[in-house]
Each structure stands twice: as C-alpha cells, then as structure tokens.
C-alpha cells in the first residue's frame, strides 16, 4: 500500500490527482491487474469524471450545493453533516484496470479527490493488484 499527501485549499473542491494514481503505478511493477484508490476520511471521497473541461468541476459543485443540506437542520454537533453527505455520494473507493502498466481511463477521464470539509491536509492510499490472467 502507498500513501500519499493531498493538500486542499478550499472548503469543497476536487483536484485532479491522476498524476499521484500514474506516478506510483510506474514505481510498481505491477504491469496488469486492478488499482485501488481509497480515501480514508468520513468528509471527503473519490471519483472518476471528465478531466478536459475545468468547468465539470465546478460545476459537480455546484451541482452538490444545490441540495442546500447546509440549511437543514442536521443534529451532528460537529456541524459538517452536509460534508460527510457529500462524501457519501461520491464514496470513498474507485478501482481502476491496469493494463500494459498504464491505468485504462478513458479518453475524457481523470481521477479526483473531492474535498467537503477543507482546507485540510489529507491522506489518499494506493494499491496496485497483480492480475494472473
């Protein structure tokens, strides 16, 4: 398993970490197989989405804050019930064929980490499964 950092900046936000995904995939010598890719935070998660257009982004957001959870009256003393919601919907694992020693992402897609309950330093583990077949 790898770990590595991603810093966020912003309160919701998500960045493109395929780079990270690409970067220690070529440390491995796994060449065929599954990577897995998992956020290990109630208030934060992980998605596949288009990665050509900046605009997807934001737009994701601003599609979540339309549920308005911000205004309900939630019971979670830590008031960032709308946060771990979030999270949910994205959740907090994706998988990903490898193949050839390169992620099969399609042509528009990117890995992103998506942030609810920012800035915070976070955590996101890797790990690179051999396939026998």
Same mark, same amino acid.
């Given at each position: ?58 737009? @994701? /957001?601003? +599609?979540? %804050? ?5 205004? #309900?009256?939630?019971?979670?003393? *830590?008031?960032?019930? &709308? ?13 990903? @064929? /490898?193949? +050839?020693? %390169? ?5 528009? #897609?990117?890995?992103?980490?998506? *942030?609810?309950?920012? &800035? ?14």
């Amino acid at each position: 398993m790898v770990e590595r950092s991603v810093p966020t900046q912003q309160k919701e936000q998500l960045i493109n970490i395929t780079h990270l995904i690409n970067e220690e995939l070529q440390k491995s010598s796994v060449k065929n197989g599954i990577a897995t890719v998992f956020v290990p935070h109630t208030t934060a998660g992980v998605t596949i989405n288009e990665n050509a257009d900046p605009d997807v982004q934001r737009d @994701i /957001i601003m +599609g979540l %804050r339309s549920f308005q959870l911000e205004k #309900q009256p939630f019971r979670h003393m *830590e008031g960032n019930s &709308p946060a771990h919601i979030k999270a949910s919907l994205m959740g907090s694992s994706i998988q990903i @064929i /490898i193949k +050839g020693g %390169r992620l099969m992402l399609g042509t528009w #897609q990117g890995i992103y980490y998506c *942030e609810f309950d920012g &800035p915070r330093n976070r955590k996101v583990w890797l790990k690179f499964l051999e396939s026998t077949s």
